[in-house]
């Protein structure tokens, strides 16, 4: 059994077969197929077959959920197993789409692509001029979507010069 796993970002943590048993539980409750106890002993298997399919001593996240998926799809919770590996490459393109977007807000910086940019008289086109402005683009996004309710109007956020237009 593994003791340590290597997240995303790189970092190496403990193993927590309990993370994978809510992983799949959660699945099982969206799919309505099976309970939290199912989840445990399926979560079991994976812990149990993952060293002989994982060769390295420090699994990656992506490597135990490759494992989670083999263990779905042999199982006979077929309904879950497409939902979570729906919800697998769901992720990961929101993960891609979110590096992208970072990548674009610097691009739009570097290439004056962004009228916000060229009419800003209070910051110089500088390193701290774009940190600036990818920080206000990105706390724009967020009250956007998570602060404002949808039901005030974009408009009358603009008239009121709470939002630039």
Not at 26 to 31: L, Q, T
Not at 69 to 87: H, Q, R, W
Not at 105 to 124: F, H, P, R, T
Request: no cysteine; proline share 2%.
């Amino acid at each position: 059994m593994f003791t340590k796993i290597r997240k995303r970002d790189g970092k190496i943590v403990a193993f927590d077969e309990s993370k994978i048993a809510r992983a799949i539980g959660k699945a099982g409750d969206a799919s309505g197929e099976f309970d939290a106890e199912v989840a445990k002993k399926l979560a079991k298997k994976v812990v149990d077959l993952s060293p002989t399919v994982i060769r390295r001593k420090i699994p990656t996240v992506e490597e135990i959920q490759d494992v989670v998926e083999e263990v779905l799809l042999g199982s006979k919770y077929k309904t879950t197993a497409k939902n979570y590996i729906l919800y697998r490459q769901k992720h990961a393109e929101m993960r891609e789409y979110a590096v992208q977007t970072q990548v674009d807000l610097i691009e739009q910086y570097i290439g004056n692509l962004d009228w916000q940019v060229k009419e800003n008289s209070n910051m110089a086109y500088s390193l701290q001029g774009l940190n600036n402005y990818v920080s206000s683009e990105v706390s724009k996004i967020y009250w956007l979507n998570k602060v404002y309710s949808p039901e005030i109007p974009i408009l009358e956020l603009i008239k009121n010069g709470l939002l630039a237009h």
